[in-house]
């Protein structure tokens, strides 16, 4: 069977784009959300632990920038299911080259893109477009007090959001910015 997926690698190691093909007929198509057959090949360790879903009402809202710290740090695959986003990994993997940069790409239910992120990464979007549907499969369960969190408009980060930032939490809010001293995650 040919593959489901088709890989690239972005400018930071072991972040990887992936775009999946849809298998179509007069009915319509199907396509393949995860596979861990394929995405062993480019990390994914083992199964899948969690899956959720998010909905995001109106376009300029921003949800981020989340991880989780060891040992419940996880690999995260971000799907757009509906509507268009731009979807943001910041590395902070401690000793990383690529510490504090980040890759941002443009996932929709159109381009069958996902984002595969490993752990030691923090993540966002902003919402393209209204009525925005993500699917986020992770390696890893979701626990509250393993939580931590960057300001989506930390200029330190320097994330270019394409639209005005609105709607961010409270929590998202309240994420600390970086300091001169952050040396990174261990995960
Ligand atoms: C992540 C998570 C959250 N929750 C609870 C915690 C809060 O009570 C509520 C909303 O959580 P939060 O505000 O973190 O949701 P988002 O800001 O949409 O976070 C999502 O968007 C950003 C961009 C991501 O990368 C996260 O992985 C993703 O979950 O759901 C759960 O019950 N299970 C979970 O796995």
Known sequence: MSARFQAEHTAIAGLTLLTRSRLGDERGFLSRLFCGEELAAFGWPGPVLQVNETGTALKGTVRGMHFQHAPFA?????????????????????????????????????????????????????????????????????????????NPEDPRLAIAWPLPVERLSARDQAHPLVTSEFEGLIV
Request: a negative charge; aromatic letters at 6%.
């Open 74 to 150: 996880e690999w995260k695959l971000v799907t757009c299911v509906q509507g268009r986003i731009l979807d943001v990994a910041v590395d902070l993997r401690q000793g990383s080259p690529t510490l504090l940069r980040h890759v941002a790409v443009e996932l929709s239910a159109d381009n069958c893109r996902s984002l595969l992120i490993p752990p030691g990464f923090a993540h966002g979007f902003q919402a393209l477009s209204d009525d925005v549907r993500m699917i986020y499969t992770h390696s890893a369960p979701y626990r509250a007090e393993a939580e931590g969190g960057l």
